[in-house]
């Protein structure tokens, strides 16, 4: 059994900064790509950081240069520094995990239960 629980949501005015957090715990042998994905209302779910075991970081288009991915492997845990915070950054923001749990076994897809990001003055 694998639980992802993510921390760090709620309100914030335009401008300012979130971090959100997620806890991986439970049977894990290797973690791959830690990912933030996030859904506003209406809208379909969008990718918006990954970070790899290695610590390449990629980000989407609307992120670049105010939110930034890390990771701290030893805590199975990844963050999300959101600065400069928008409007259009409202949604529920979730975490997404692949790792494996056991030596040869394949790659499992895991999912938080989602945190709620709110910017609105």
């Known amino acids: 059994q694998v639980r ?69 492997n030893a805590q199975n845990t990844v963050y999300l520094q959101m600065n400069s915070l928008k409007p259009e950054d409202t949604a529920v923001y979730y975490c997404n995990v692949k790792l494996t749990q056991l030596p040869g076994r394949g790659v499992g897809d895991y999912w938080g239960q989602g945190t709620q990001v709110t910017v609105s003055s």
Not at 12 to 27: D, H, K, M, Y
Not at 32 to 60: C, F, H
């Open 4 to 72: 992802l629980v993510e921390s760090g949501g709620g309100l914030v005015q335009p401008g300012g900064s979130l971090r959100l957090s997620c806890v991986a715990s439970g049977r894990i042998f290797n973690i791959y790509d830690m990912n933030w994905y996030r859904q506003a209302p209406e809208k379909k779910r969008e990718l918006v950081a990954i970070i790899t075991s290695g610590g390449g970081t990629n980000y989407a288009d609307s992120v670049k240069g105010r939110f930034t991915i890390s990771r701290d």
